[in-house]
């Protein structure tokens, strides 16, 4: 069966500091891979989708980045963090024998201090 | 690009009785409708989806239902328990993405 894993679960860091948030699938080849923010009490924000590796599109212009090394790996990136930041960011897949399902990781609850 | 609106933002509903969260689309050429669950510090979870094909899809207690013409699709939670107390997400997929609602916070009151 097919299991996404983030990490840290939690992360504290200072404003101007850098980020690396990892996301991994297990158990599917090729799936389509996506990063999303929650702010507290709202709603789901898509950041960045990838299709394949090395293909990353972009919903938000902001100073977030990611990265796609691997078939299954996705990072977020950032060189310097801003309040805004805070929030719960959240990983998903798709693709395999479930198609156009989404299924999220447990997600990374980063404050920016 | 795709917007979706979700009514009512909260909701507050006696054990036993049922819930209803409605939803609206703007891209006709949207084509798939998750609804997840998402408790408090949890991720979402996935509960029910229906494709544009289908009108309607049931699974135990909760089914969803579609519009195509309008462009509107609802949850409807019968003989609701204190566990399905829950913030609740409808979605729309299109152009290879997501775009969710703002979300229905559901109360179930024992």
């Known amino acids: 069966s097919q299991t996404i894993h983030q990490w840290p679960a939690t992360l504290v860091q200072p404003v101007g500091s850098p980020l690396s948030l990892e996301c991994t699938v297990e158990?599917?080849?090729?799936?389509?891979l996506y990063w999303y923010r929650q702010a507290a009490g709202r709603g789901l924000q898509l950041l960045f989708y990838?299709?394949?590796?090395?293909?990353i599109s972009s919903e938000v212009p902001q100073n977030l980045s990611a990265s796609r090394p691997q078939d299954r790996q996705f990072i977020l990136s950032s060189k310097k963090l801003l309040l805004s930041d805070s929030g719960f960011y959240l990983c998903?897949?798709?693709?395999?024998?479930?198609?156009?399902?989404?299924?999220f990781g447990p997600g990374t609850r980063l404050t920016v201090t | 690009g795709e917007n979706v609106e979700q009514h009512p933002s909260t909701l507050s509903v006696q054990e036993g009785d049922s819930a209803v969260i409605k939803c609206t689309y703007s891209d006709s050429a949207s084509n798939y409708f998750p609804w997840y669950k998402q408790e408090l510090g949890k991720r979402p979870q996935l509960i029910i989806d229906?494709?544009?094909?289908?009108g309607e899809k049931k699974d135990q207690r909760i089914a969803v239902t579609l519009n195509k013409t309008a462009k509107h699709f609802s949850l409807h939670i019968t003989e609701t328990q204190p566990e399905d107390s829950a913030v609740y997400f409808c979605a729309a997929f299109g152009n290879e993405k997501l775009t969710f609602g703002t979300g229905t916070r559901l109360t179930i009151i024992p």
């Open positions: 990838s299709v394949g590796i090395g293909q």
């Open positions: 998903a897949w798709s693709g395999g024998t479930g198609g156009l399902r989404q299924y």
């Open positions: 158990g599917t080849s090729n799936p389509n």
């Open positions: 229906i494709r544009s094909n289908v």
